[in-house]
Structure formats: structure tokens, C-alpha cells
């Protein structure tokens, strides 16, 4: 129950705003010199205004009590100021809150104020002004600002809102117009000057729409993040998906108004004068309508949980659209861009046939045929299987036990029959009945998702002799084997690494993990983020005794680059090791899981000269990596194939100089594998 009040006063308040903020636009708009009066329907709209500023803080104040409730639990703390003053005062929603208040309230003095105030267009113009204040407040609570609070992420939601506000706002201004004129339609030259003022909004209404559509994208790009089959398998999705075509309905009526009802209004035919208005009143109403459902939809689905947070759980079809897996398949691309040409042809055919005076059924019919037929030929192609598990988050982060478990799993029970490395050339490949795709040097992982993977895990593959594991491992199990294949793919696609770093080139998504040092040290990879440069040595012993002698001596220098070392034996060290290693040391040597980051690391060792595909591969003994601020692999050295390389300090302090100057800000990397 508190759910539905909160949404409807998340509504009255934003319709309210949205109609004061377009009301005075089309006012600004209707305003010319040749008014000597002011018409009835003006004036009685303007009465209107004070109640609508003074709805838009009534709406904020239920909105607060209802987050009161929705926060602390029971309805009594309404009646305890302390809790109305512990939200407002230390959450950044109650924050947001006050300025949304308080711009609501200056807007209600302004208008109060304006109402005495001359009949002139800049009193219109300043009124909408303030009336996009509390509107501009508001998109700071919305979903792509509680992402990212800056002005690059809530500038789209702005616009959007008051492009809205320019379009759906001014409707009950252009319908109240349409029944004034039709009142006063004896004079001719009032006729003419109604008309150039519908005219004139017309045309500020078609940029505003496609600019509503722009910034919508934008937004909705934002929040999906890619994942545009939540379009059709989530709660959000499926109101968006609703919203859209709510738009898309209203956009024809608006084009058929613009285009056939408007101009009757000018003919010399009373009768053909008199259908162009009753049919504009007609359909200007029923496009009020869906505007007013649109802005509801709008304000359920910021209450709703983005897909980010509510992920795909099943997915509800047999099947799905992927280019990458489908494009270099034979007769694919041909078949595609013909749809294609099919739906552009579609597209003309609706000038074509307003150019040659069809009939709107034909127009519509035809142009629908053809946009279908289109469809048809141009989306199968596309398709591929999927599962309820396709989309599915993994259970497990791809960090480095999971991995390292994930070889272990694979050496049992997948080498036979894939090979050591993932190429399908296990020992038993020849006698299966179906060519097993190389999982490390194909795009095999780029084309299928993670849920794909975890599916055929499993239950299997039709038609194959892939058998499912689902009675054999337990769901993390069965995840770690997804992260493992995936590892396996990254690494080979990570060959390009080399000691000398490309500029503004972060592409490598290592695992992450969780360390213990010997000194006690704790912490996470990602601990660094935004903070330090990693150098992290996955180390033998006693072979690399002279580069961690050499890292000790050149540490200070280092950490003055602001660079984090973490040392990871390959295996587990003896206390005496563990002693030598150590001593003096000021960097931390890491004693939990160090063998399963290493062998999770050692996936990264390929490189263009030295690709280690053949056979069971061979970790070097040892590699070093330079992860930036933001959580991507940059450099790499092994001493056994780069030769020199970092054994030059200098060299290394170059590189971690080239990281240190980049500006640009990177999106961290996903800690689940997609």
C-alpha cells in the first residue's frame, strides 16, 4: 500500500510540474504582438497555476513520509520529528529532498508573484524557468544519478524530463486553445492567428520529441549497460518495453495530427474546416491520455530495481539475437543487410505515399507488410539457441580460486576429451561424433555467455556427446568451471601484453582476489582502485632471489611512483624460505591461496613470440604485471622470453610513469565474468 501512494504522489506531483512547465511554454509561444486581449482559455488555465506549484511540494511531503515508512518500518515514526530531521539531514536522498522543497516553493512565490504581473511573454518564459527547477532537482534522485552524481550523468535525465515537460505539458493548453477557437470561429482573423500558433508549437514539438527519444536512448543505454534482454525478461525491462510502445503509438498520432488535421484547419471549406477541428480535438485528447498513463509508467519504473540489480534469472524464449556468433556464417551477412534494404524501403514508402495522396489504410498496410516482411528475412539469421540460464549472473566471482578450482575440475574431468588447453584435441576428441570447438584460441567465450556455459555444464549439449554435471558438482563447482574457461580465453587474447605499455589501451580483465601478507597486510586487489599502480610478482624460489633482492633495493624509489608491490609464490613456502624471502623485505609476500594466484596468473603467460599452445603448456617461473588504477593489466614481463625488460628499473619506472600520467577515467572491470 505504501508502494502505490508513494508512486501516485511521485505522479500528481511530476504531472503538476510537467504541465506548469509546458503550459507556460505554449503561452510563450502563443504570445505576438497582435494580441490585444487575453483569450478565456489563457486565463483560465493561468488560474490554475497556483494549485499546480502549490501540488508539487504537497507531492514532496508524501513522498518523504512515505520513505520514512518504507525506511524505519512503522507509520508512528511519522509523528516523531527526530526521524523526519535524521532522513533529511543524513541521507543524500533527504538532501536531494530539500532542494527539490525548496525549488517547489520558490516556484509557487513566482508564480503567486507573476499572476499580478503584465501579460508579456517574458513572464511566461520566466515562469517555466522556475518551473524546470524542481524537475532539475528531482533527476538528482533518479536511477543513472544514484550511479554516478555528476553533471555528464544527469544531464540526459534532464532534458528528457523537460523535453517532456515542453511536449506533454502543453497539451491541455493546445486543447483548451482548439475549443476556444471553436467557440470563436465566427472571426477569421482570430482563426488564422489560432492556427499559426498551433502552427508554431508544431514545430517546436517535433524537435522536443526527437530530442525525448534521443536522450531517452541515452539514459536507457546507461542503465542497461548492455544488457538489452532485460528489455523483455525483467520487471523494469517490461515496463520500459510497455513505455516504448506507449511512445510509439503517440508518436503516430501526433504525426497524423501534424500532418492531416492541422492543415484542414485553413481551408476555405467550412465543413473540411470544421472536420480538421473536430478530429484534432478528437485525437489531441486521446494522445493526452496516453500521455498521462506514459508519465505513470515513467514514474513506476523509478521505483523499480534497474537490471544491474535485478538480473535475468530464466530466460523466457528458446532462443536469442547474437551478431557475434552468427555474422561469419555462410549466406548471414547477405541475408541481414537484404532485410535491411526491405526495412528501409518500408520507411520511404511512407513520404512516397503521403507524396502520392494514399489512402491511410493503404499507407499503413503496405508500409507494415513490407516492415515485417523485412523482419522476417532479416532476423533468423541472427538467432541461436539459448536457455533459462543464458543471461543468468554467475553465482561465483571470477576472481583466482575460482579459477584455480576451475583447473583442478577440468584436469578431472574435461582434459580427455578438450586437451590440456582447451583446443578440443583431448585424447578422446577423435572418436566423438561432433568437431569440439577450441576454447582457447576462438571467440568461442565472446560469442556465448557465461549462463550458456553453465548450462551445457550442466545438462549437456543436444545432438553431442557432452554429458551434464549437475549431479557431479555443486553450483559453484559448476561456475568455477565457466570462470575457468573463460580465464583460459582472456589469457590467450591477453598475448598482446609486453613490458612496454600502450597508452590509454586498458583491455585485460584479470582475476581478482583476496591476499594475506607475511607482515600481516590484508586486503583485496581492488583495494587499489583509484589509488596505486599494482606490481605484482608472481615469483619462484630460490630462482628469482636476484629480482626480489633487486625490487627490495629499488622499492623506495617505487613507492614513490606511488606503486604497490605484492609478491605471490608459486608454491607454498617453508618457514626458512619463507624467512629468507622475506627478510627486510618492505613489500608484502603473500602467504594465503599464493599457489592458486599464481597458477590463475600463469593463464596470462602467452605472448605473440612465445604463444605455449601445444601439448600441456608450461608456466614460466617467473612473470610480473603492472595493473593500473583501474583494475586492468597493462604491462607484463617474463624474464625467460622478454630478455632484458624490467631487470632495467628504469625501464619499469617508465612505464609506471606513462600509467601515472593517464587522465582519462576507465569503468572498473566487471568482478563477474559476461
Same mark, same amino acid.
Given at each position: 500500500?505504501?508502494?502505490? %501512494?508513494?508512486?501516485?504522489? =511521485?505522479? &500528481?506531483?511530476?504531472? #503538476?510540474?510537467? /504541465?506548469?512547465? !509546458?503550459?507556460? +511554454?505554449?503561452? @510563450?509561444?502563443?504570445?505576438?504582438?497582435?494580441?490585444?486581449?487575453?483569450?478565456?482559455? %489563457?486565463?483560465?488555465?493561468? =488560474?490554475? &497555476?497556483?494549485?499546480? #506549484?502549490?501540488? /508539487?511540494?504537497? !507531492?514532496?511531503? +508524501?513522498?518523504? @513520509?512515505?520513505?520514512?515508512?518504507?525506511?524505519?518500518?512503522?507509520?508512528?515514526?511519522?509523528?516523531?520529528?527526530?526521524?523526519?530531521?535524521?532522513?533529511?539531514?543524513?541521507?543524500?536522498?533527504?538532501?536531494?529532498?530539500?532542494?527539490?522543497?525548496?525549488s517547489s516553493l520558490l516556484l509557487v512565490f513566482v508564480v503567486?508573484?507573476?499572476?499580478?504581473?503584465?501579460?508579456?511573454?517574458?513572464?511566461?518564459?520566466?515562469?517555466?524557468?522556475?518551473?524546470?527547477?524542481?524537475?532539475?532537482?528531482?533527476?538528482?534522485?533518479?536511477?543513472?544519478?544514484?550511479?554516478?552524481?555528476?553533471?555528464?550523468?544527469?544531464?540526459?535525465?534532464?532534458?528528457?524530463?523537460?523535453?517532456?515537460?515542453?511536449?506533454?505539458?502543453?497539451?491541455?493548453?493546445?486543447?483548451?486553445?482548439?475549443?476556444?477557437?471553436?467557440?470563436?470561429?465566427?472571426?477569421?482573423?482570430?482563426?488564422?492567428?489560432?492556427?499559426?500558433?498551433?502552427?508554431?508549437?508544431?514545430?517546436?514539438?517535433?524537435?522536443?520529441?526527437?530530442?525525448?527519444?534521443?536522450?531517452?536512448?541515452?539514459?536507457?543505454?546507461?542503465?542497461?549497460?548492455?544488457?538489452?534482454?532485460?528489455?523483455?525478461?525483467?520487471?523494469?525491462?517490461?515496463?520500459?518495453?510497455?513505455?516504448?510502445?506507449?511512445?510509439?503509438?503517440?508518436?503516430?498520432?501526433?504525426?497524423?495530427?501534424?500532418?492531416?488535421?492541422?492543415?484542414?484547419?485553413?481551408?476555405?471549406?467550412?465543413?473540411?474546416?470544421?472536420?480538421?477541428?473536430?478530429?484534432?480535438?478528437?485525437?489531441?485528447?486521446?494522445?493526452?491520455?496516453?500521455?498521462?498513463?506514459?508519465?505513470?509508467?515513467?514514474?513506476?519504473?523509478?521505483?523499480?530495481?534497474?537490471?544491474?540489480?535485478?538480473?535475468?534469472?530464466?530466460?523466457?524464449?528458446?532462443?536469442?539475437?547474437?551478431?557475434?556468433?552468427?555474422?561469419?556464417?555462410?549466406?548471414?551477412?547477405?541475408?541481414?543487410?537484404?532485410?535491411?534494404?526491405?526495412?528501409?524501403?518500408?520507411?520511404?514508402?511512407?513520404?512516397?505515399?503521403?507524396?502520392?495522396?494514399?489512402?491511410i489504410k493503404q499507407l499503413i498496410s503496405i508500409s507494415s507488410?513490407?516492415?515485417?516482411?523485412?523482419?522476417?528475412?532479416?532476423?533468423?539469421?541472427?538467432?541461436?539457441?539459448?536457455?533459462?540460464?543464458?543471461?543468468?549472473?554467475?553465482?561465483?566471482?571470477?576472481?583466482?580460486?575460482?579459477v584455480a578450482n576451475g583447473a583442478v575440475l577440468y584436469a578431472?574431468?574435461?582434459?580427455?576429451?578438450?586437451?590440456?588447453?582447451?583446443?578440443?584435441?583431448?585424447?578422446?576428441?577423435?572418436?566423438?561424433?561432433?568437431?569440439?570447438?577450441?576454447?582457447?584460441?576462438?571467440?568461442?567465450?565472446?560469442?556465448?555467455?557465461?549462463?550458456?556455459?553453465?548450462?551445457?555444464?550442466?545438462?549437456?549439449?543436444?545432438?553431442?556427446?557432452?554429458?551434464?554435471?549437475?549431479?557431479?558438482?555443486?553450483?559453484?563447482?559448476?561456475?568455477?568451471?565457466?570462470?575457468?574457461?573463460?580465464?583460459?580465453?582472456?589469457?590467450?587474447?591477453?598475448?598482446?601484453?609486453?613490458?612496454?605499455?600502450?597508452?590509454?589501451?586498458?583491455?585485460?580483465?584479470?582475476?581478482?582476489?583476496?591476499?594475506?601478507?607475511?607482515?600481516?597486510?590484508?586486503?583485496?586487489?581492488?583495494?587499489?582502485?583509484?589509488?596505486?599502480?599494482?606490481?605484482?610478482?608472481?615469483?619462484?624460489?630460490?630462482?628469482?632471489?636476484?629480482?626480489?633482492?633487486?625490487?627490495?633495493?629499488?622499492?623506495?624509489?617505487?613507492?614513490?611512483?606511488?606503486?604497490?608491490?605484492?609478491?605471490?609464490?608459486?608454491?607454498?613456502?617453508?618457514?626458512?624460505?619463507?624467512?629468507?624471502?622475506?627478510?627486510?623485505?618492505?613489500?608484502?609476500?603473500?602467504?594465503?591461496?599464493?599457489?592458486?594466484?599464481?597458477?590463475?596468473?600463469?593463464?596470462?603467460?602467452?605472448?605473440?613470440?612465445?604463444?605455449?599452445?601445444?601439448?600441456?603448456?608450461?608456466?614460466?617461473?617467473?612473470?610480473?604485471?603492472?595493473?593500473?588504477?583501474?583494475?586492468?593489466?597493462?604491462?607484463?614481463?617474463?624474464?625467460?622470453?622478454?630478455?632484458?625488460?624490467?631487470?632495467?628499473?628504469?625501464?619499469?619506472?617508465?612505464?609506471?610513469?606513462?600509467?601515472?600520467?593517464?587522465?582519462?577515467?576507465?569503468?572498473?572491470?566487471?568482478?563477474?565474468?559476461?
Open positions: 500500500m505504501i508502494d502505490v %501512494i508513494a508512486a501516485i504522489a =511521485r505522479w &500528481f506531483q511530476l504531472i #503538476a510540474n510537467l /504541465i506548469l512547465l !509546458g503550459s507556460c +511554454v505554449f503561452f @510563450a509561444i502563443a504570445s505576438t504582438r497582435k494580441r490585444a486581449y487575453i483569450e478565456p482559455w %489563457i486565463e483560465g488555465l493561468e =488560474r490554475t &497555476f497556483p494549485w499546480l #506549484a502549490i501540488s /508539487i511540494p504537497i !507531492g514532496l511531503v +508524501v513522498i518523504l @513520509a512515505t520513505t520514512i515508512v518504507q525506511v524505519t518500518g512503522p507509520g508512528s515514526n511519522l509523528w516523531q520529528p527526530e526521524v523526519w530531521l535524521g532522513i533529511i539531514k543524513d541521507t543524500q536522498a533527504g538532501q536531494i529532498w530539500i532542494l527539490r522543497t525548496v503567486i508573484y507573476l499572476r499580478k504581473a503584465p501579460k508579456t511573454r517574458w513572464r511566461y518564459i520566466l515562469c517555466a524557468v522556475f518551473a524546470a527547477l524542481p524537475i532539475i532537482a528531482g533527476s538528482l534522485a533518479s536511477h543513472t544519478a544514484a550511479e554516478e552524481l555528476s553533471v555528464s550523468a544527469v544531464m540526459p535525465y534532464v532534458l528528457h524530463l523537460i523535453l517532456v515537460g515542453v511536449w506533454f505539458g502543453a497539451l491541455p493548453a493546445f486543447l483548451l486553445l482548439i475549443y476556444d477557437d471553436n467557440k470563436q470561429r465566427g472571426s477569421k482573423k482570430l482563426r488564422n492567428l489560432e492556427f499559426e500558433t498551433l502552427k508554431r508549437f508544431s514545430s517546436v514539438a517535433l524537435p522536443a520529441m526527437l530530442l525525448i527519444i534521443l536522450t531517452g536512448i541515452i539514459v536507457g543505454d546507461r542503465i542497461f549497460d548492455g544488457h538489452y534482454a532485460a528489455l523483455v525478461a525483467t520487471p523494469y525491462g517490461l515496463m520500459l518495453s510497455a513505455k516504448i510502445l506507449l511512445l510509439c503509438v503517440i508518436l503516430l498520432i501526433a504525426s497524423r495530427v501534424r500532418s492531416h488535421w492541422l492543415p484542414l484547419l485553413t481551408n476555405n471549406n467550412q465543413a473540411t474546416e470544421d472536420s480538421g477541428r473536430i478530429g484534432m480535438r478528437k485525437w489531441v485528447r486521446v494522445e493526452f491520455v496516453l500521455a498521462i498513463i506514459l508519465v505513470l509508467l515513467a514514474t513506476i519504473i523509478t521505483n523499480t530495481t534497474p537490471v544491474k540489480y535485478a538480473p535475468i534469472e530464466n530466460w523466457p524464449f528458446p532462443f536469442r539475437f547474437s551478431i557475434n556468433a552468427t555474422w561469419n556464417q555462410p549466406n548471414v551477412a547477405i541475408q541481414v543487410w537484404i532485410g535491411l534494404s526491405i526495412l528501409v524501403f518500408a520507411a520511404g514508402t511512407i513520404p512516397l505515399g503521403r507524396f502520392l495522396n494514399w489512402r507488410i513490407l516492415a515485417i516482411l523485412g523482419l522476417v528475412v532479416a532476423l533468423p539469421p541472427l538467432t541461436i539457441p539459448a536457455y533459462p540460464e543464458t543471461y543468468r549472473r554467475p553465482l561465483v566471482p571470477f576472481d583466482a580460486i575460482s578431472e574431468h574435461c582434459v580427455e576429451c578438450h586437451g590440456h588447453q582447451g583446443k578440443g584435441n583431448g585424447i578422446k576428441s577423435r572418436t566423438l561424433s561432433t568437431k569440439l570447438p577450441d576454447l582457447l584460441t576462438e571467440p568461442h567465450t565472446a560469442e556465448h555467455t557465461p549462463g550458456d556455459f553453465y548450462h551445457w555444464i550442466s545438462y549437456g549439449m543436444i545432438n553431442t556427446d557432452m554429458p551434464g554435471y549437475a549431479e557431479k558438482f555443486s553450483d559453484e563447482d559448476r561456475w568455477d568451471l565457466v570462470n575457468f574457461v573463460h580465464a583460459l580465453s582472456r589469457g590467450y587474447q591477453a598475448r598482446i601484453l609486453a613490458p612496454e605499455i600502450v597508452p590509454y589501451k586498458a583491455f585485460v580483465k584479470p582475476p581478482i582476489f583476496s591476499y594475506e601478507g607475511h607482515d600481516g597486510s590484508s586486503g583485496v586487489l581492488q583495494d587499489f582502485r583509484e589509488n596505486k599502480v599494482v606490481l605484482l610478482i608472481i615469483f619462484s624460489w630460490p630462482q628469482s632471489q636476484e629480482r626480489i633482492e633487486q625490487l627490495r633495493m629499488a622499492h623506495h624509489r617505487l613507492n614513490e611512483q606511488n606503486v604497490a608491490l605484492l609478491a605471490v609464490p608459486t608454491r607454498e613456502l617453508t618457514a626458512d624460505e619463507l624467512k629468507q624471502v622475506t627478510t627486510e623485505l618492505p613489500f608484502p609476500v603473500i602467504t594465503q591461496s599464493a599457489p592458486e594466484i599464481a597458477s590463475s596468473y600463469a593463464l596470462w603467460r602467452r605472448t605473440l613470440t612465445h604463444p605455449d599452445i601445444i601439448g600441456r603448456g608450461s608456466n614460466p617461473e617467473h612473470i610480473e604485471f603492472l595493473i593500473d588504477r583501474y583494475g586492468y593489466l597493462r604491462g607484463r614481463w617474463i624474464p625467460s622470453s622478454d630478455a632484458a625488460g624490467w631487470s632495467d628499473i628504469d625501464q619499469l619506472s617508465q612505464q609506471i610513469t606513462l600509467l601515472n600520467r593517464e587522465s582519462a577515467k576507465m569503468p572498473f572491470p566487471e568482478e563477474f565474468v559476461r
